[in-house]
């Protein structure tokens, strides 16, 4: 299913950029780089991949699945002819170093091993999550635009994170794996509505969003909810809520201390979003990450609360402006 789902959207990358008129002989190397990054996020989602993979690598050899995102930006830098040694280096750096650091933190028949908590997760974490965020890895993909750049800096973190957390680290309890449980709906249903219930009429008050329903905005649900699920809802919740509230919670002995923790800190991440200091945007998300992670909690899985994450960020482009 996994691979299947990766045809489909391979097909439509490539489908899309006929349309834009991306097809340019440099698109070669950057399709690629995009499809073996997907292919990463997607089909390690499967568990039966995954497992797969786990048995044949162990955790040692984990750290060649490191050297799989740094082979897609080697293919998109030498098909687009913007290869730099300093790009490299910043490449290799950025793929290979996250696990580096898990490595150091415990792995195998280590004590440590499974147990997230150590300097060294939130070490590897930040060099993840930082250069995403502040844009420091838009250097490493100068063409052909924005919105690719930021496809590619974000699936090339997701990658650097599986490789260090799930093959190396071998992390307990980060629940990245796609699937239906019983239960689950409860779990999409019920934040979902809370969020709603609290962020719409908070965010009004605060004049942070205005009911303006788009019609056009309905119509790119349905073409944009699949891009914000994986490009946004996934890679934000296999961070703030897999291994950032997994770990809290064993380093303060207490897992809804490290529940609370991690929503604030979820909070805090948009604060430059818009004008800085956003507060506005600093409650509101705060909020929502706290029923992201009550979804991540209840089901031990990703999914159910990357569903909410996405159907939020969805309605809110189709019912509300931003002032």
């Not at 097909?11 to 690629?32: K, N």
């Not at 924005?146 to 957390?165: D, E, K, P």
């Not at 805090?268 to 600093?282: D, E, L």
């Amino acid at each position: 299913m996994a691979v299947l789902l990766w045809a489909v959207l391979s097909l439509g990358a490539a489908l899309y950029a006929i349309r834009e008129s991306l097809a340019t002989p440099g698109y070669f190397g950057l399709l690629v780089a995009f499809l073996v990054l997907l292919a990463g996020e997607i089909w390690l989602a499967s568990p039966a991949i995954l497992k797969s993979l786990q048995a044949a690598l162990g955790p040692r050899a984990g750290i060649i699945v490191a050297f799989v995102p740094l082979a897609a930006y080697f293919a998109y830098a030498l098909g687009t002819g913007t290869f730099t040694w300093w790009r490299g280096g910043i490449a290799a750096a950025y793929a290979v170093g996250p696990s580096l650091l898990a490595a150091s933190a415990g792995g195998g028949k280590s004590a440590r091993a499974g147990k997230l908590g150590a300097w060294q997760d939130y070490a590897a974490m930040l060099v993840i999550a930082l250069p995403i965020k502040l844009g420091w890895l838009r250097v490493l993909f100068p063409v052909p635009d924005f919105r690719l750049v930021y496809l590619l800096t974000v699936l090339m973190g997701v990658n650097a994170a599986l490789a260090a957390f799930v093959f190396v680290r071998r992390a307990d309890g980060i629940g990245y794996a796609a699937g239906w449980a019983p239960g689950w709906g409860v779990n999409y249903v019920v934040p979902l509505a809370l969020i709603a219930a609290i962020d719409i009429p908070l965010g009004i008050s605060l004049r942070f969003i205005s009911f303006g329903p788009r019609h056009a905005g309905w119509q790119a649900i349905a073409a944009n909810a699949p891009a914000i699920f994986l490009f946004t809802a996934v890679p934000e919740e296999l961070l703030f809520r897999g291994l950032l509230q997994n770990a809290l919670g064993k380093t303060l002995a207490n897992e809804t201390a490290g529940w609370i923790a991690a929503s604030i800190i979820f909070g805090f991440s948009h604060i430059a979003n818009g004008r800085f200091p956003n507060w506005k945007y600093v409650l509101l998300a705060t909020i929502a990450g706290f029923f992201y992670g009550y979804a991540w909690r209840r089901s031990r899985s990703l999914f159910p609360g990357a569903l909410v994450h996405a159907s939020v960020d969805a309605l809110w482009f189709a019912l509300f402006r931003t002032l």
